[in-house]
C-alpha cells in the first residue's frame, strides 16, 4: 500500500501519523527539526509543547476541552495516553512533564513498524500521493511561500493580534443592544448584526485609564513588533491619544440606544456574531496584547460585559494559519488540491489539544481513504465534530480567527432553547449528547 506523507511531527503530525498507523497503512513522517529550528521549539523531539506544559482542564463533564480529552482517550489517541502517563499534579487540569511526554511520543512512533519518521524540511506542497501537512503556527517560510502561492496570497495569515470571543448568553442584553451602525443592511438579521455597549464619558476615561495602566505581554525573540496599521492593539491605540479609540472602534455615530434612545452614548463597543449558530461574538477591533487576567477585569468594565464569558482571551503571536471556512472541504482536504489534507493549528484551531484532535481526525481520515472508504466528520454535537465543522463551514470566513474548543461552537440542545438554563444544566447535558455522538461516530471504524 501506498504511504500516507505527514509533514510535521508536532501535536498534530505525531497523533495523525499514530492514527494512520493503527488502521494498518504506511506513514512518513517528515520534519525539519533539530536541522531546522523554530524560535519557540528547543528540540528535535516529536510533539513538542513550546509554551506552557498544560493541556488545560481534565474535566469531561463541564468543560469543552476536558470533553475533546475524552474524544481523543476514546479514539485510542496517542497524545492522551502519552499526557496521562507523564501527568503532574495540577488541580483540574491536565499539565505534563513537558519533556518526558515528547520523548515518550517520540519513542511510541519509532517504536511503531508501519512508521518511517525521515528528517528534512518538505519546500513545495506535492502534486501526487496522498499528505497530511501539519507544519503548525510556525510553518517553515519556504513552505509558507509555496502555500500563499497555491492558495492566493492572503490565504496563509499571519496575525500579530487577535481579539476576544465573548459567550452571547454571557452579555447583560438590559443594557446591550442589537443594531448595526446606520441600520446598515437587506434583512432584518443583517441590521441587527451587532451588540452594542454604551459608554458614557466618565466610563469611557475609567476605562483608557485601565487600558493604559494594564500589564501587556512583551513579544517573543524572534518575532516581529510590526503591526499592520488596520489590526492595531487597542492599548497601542490608546497611548497614541485618549480620544483616538472613541474616533475608531469606539466611535458611537450610527448607533441609537435601544434602552435609552434620547442619551447619546459617548463611545460604543462594538460585538460582531463569530459563528452560524450565533453563540459567539467578537469584540469588534479588540485585538490585544494585555496580559489574560488584565483582560478579563478591563473588558469587564464595558457596559453590558460585567459577567461576560470568554471563550477566547485576545492574543499575540506568529501564526501562520489558512481560511479554511473557504480552502478547505469537511474531510480537511484542500478544495484546489484534494491530495493535500491539512491538520493542526495551521487549519485556524488554537491550543495543543485542539491541534493533536485535528491531527487524530485528519489521520483516521487519510487512512479511510486510502482504505478505499469515506470517513465523514464527527457530528458537530461532539467536541472534535464542533470544532471541525467550525473551521471547515461554520465559522465566519471573513474574519476567520483561530479557535479554541468551547461549547460555543456547540448546536444548542433542543429542550435548552426555550428557559434560559444555566451552565449547571447545560454543560453535562452537551458533554453527555457528546460522548453517545462521539461512540456512535467511531463504533463502526
Ligand atoms: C510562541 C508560541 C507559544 C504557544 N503557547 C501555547 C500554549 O501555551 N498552549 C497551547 O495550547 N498552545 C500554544 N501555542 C500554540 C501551539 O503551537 C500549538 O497549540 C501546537 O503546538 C500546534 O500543534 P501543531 O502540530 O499544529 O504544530 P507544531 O506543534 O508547531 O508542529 C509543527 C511541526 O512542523 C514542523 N515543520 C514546520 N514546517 C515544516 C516543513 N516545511 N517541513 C517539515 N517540518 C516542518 C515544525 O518543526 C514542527 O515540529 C503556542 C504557539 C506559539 C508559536
Known amino acids: 500500500m501506498e504511504p500516507i506523507h505527514i509533514v510535521g511531527a ?11 498507523a493503527r488502521a494498518g497503512v504506511p506513514v512518513v513522517l517528515h520534519e525539519m527539526r533539530p536541522a531546522k529550528g523554530t524560535f519557540a521549539h528547543k528540540t528535535g523531539d516529536c510533539a513538542e509543547m513550546v509554551c506552557s506544559n498544560s493541556f488545560r482542564s481534565d474535566d469531561d463533564v463541564m468543560n469543552a476541552v476536558g470533553q475533546l480529552h475524552w474524544e481523543m482517550r476514546a479514539a485510542d489517541g496517542l497524545i492522551m495516553a502519552m499526557a496521562d502517563r507523564h501527568k503532574l499534579p495540577a488541580g483540574g ?3 505534563v512533564d513537558r519533556e518526558a511526554f515528547s520523548a515518550a511520543v517520540t519513542q511510541a512512533l519509532h517504536a511503531e513498524p508501519l512508521i518511517r519518521i525521515v ?3 518538505i519546500a513545495d506542497l506535492p502534486a501526487d500521493g496522498n499528505w497530511i501537512v501539519a507544519t503548525g503556527p510556525l510553518t517553515s517560510d519556504t513552505l509558507a511561500q509555496a502555500i500563499r502561492s497555491v492558495t492566493g496570497t492572503d490565504a496563509l495569515a499571519f496575525f500579530d493580534a487577535i481579539a476576544p470571543i465573548v459567550h452571547a448568553d454571557t452579555i447583560d442584553m438590559s443594557v446591550a443592544w442589537e443594531q448595526s451602525r446606520y441600520d446598515k443592511g437587506e434583512t432584518e438579521a443583517e441590521r441587527r448584526a451587532y451588540i452594542n455597549c454604551p459608554m458614557d464619558r466618565a466610563r469611557y476615561e475609567a476605562f483608557i485609564d485601565a487600558l493604559l495602566a494594564a500589564e501587556k505581554t512583551e513579544f517573543h525573540e524572534g518575532e516581529t513588533a510590526g503591526y499592520f496599521d488596520g489590526c492595531l492593539p487597542i492599548e497601542v491605540m490608546a497611548e497614541r491619544g485618549r480620544e483616538t479609540l472613541r474616533h475608531g472602534p469606539m466611535k458611537p455615530v450610527g448607533l441609537t440606544n435601544a434602552h435609552k434612545p434620547d442619551e447619546k452614548p459617548y463611545a460604543v463597543v462594538q ?3 463569530d459563528n452560524a449558530l450565533g453563540t459567539l461574538y467578537n469584540i469588534v477591533g479588540f485585538q490585544t496584547k494585555m496580559k489574560y487576567g488584565a483582560q478579563t477585569e478591563v473588558f469587564r468594565m464595558i457596559p453590558g460585559l460585567e459577567n461576560a464569558g470568554f471563550a477566547r482571551l485576545g492574543g499575540i503571536h506568529r501564526n501562520s494559519f489558512l481560511n479554511s471556512p473557504t480552502l478547505l472541504d469537511d474531510r480537511m482536504r484542500l478544495r484546489l488540491r484534494p491530495n493535500l489534507r491539512f491538520a493542526g493549528q495551521v487549519t485556524g484551531v488554537e491550543g495543543y489539544v485542539e491541534s493533536a484532535a485535528m491531527g487524530l481526525l485528519a489521520g483516521r481520515m487519510a487512512a479511510a481513504q486510502a482504505r478505499g472508504r469515506d470517513l465523514p466528520p464527527p457530528p458537530a454535537t461532539t467536541a472534535t465534530g464542533a470544532l471541525v465543522h467550525h473551521i471547515t463551514g461554520g465559522a465566519e470566513a471573513k474574519t476567520f480567527q483561530p479557535m479554541n474548543v468551547n461549547f460555543g461552537l456547540f448546536p444548542p440542545l433542543e429542550e435548552m432553547r426555550s428557559g434560559r438554563k444555566g451552565r449547571k444544566d447545560r454543560y453535562p447535558a452537551y458533554t ?8 456512535a461516530w467511531l463504533a463502526p471504524q
Do not use: V
Open 432 to 439: 453527555q449528547r457528546a460522548k453517545d455522538d462521539f461512540s
Open 10 to 20: 508536532g501535536l498534530a503530525g505525531s497523533e495523525a501519523a499514530w492514527q494512520i
Open 93 to 95: 487540569a491536565l499539565a
Open 271 to 273: 460585538l460582531r456574531r
Open 119 to 121: 528528517p528534512g524540511e
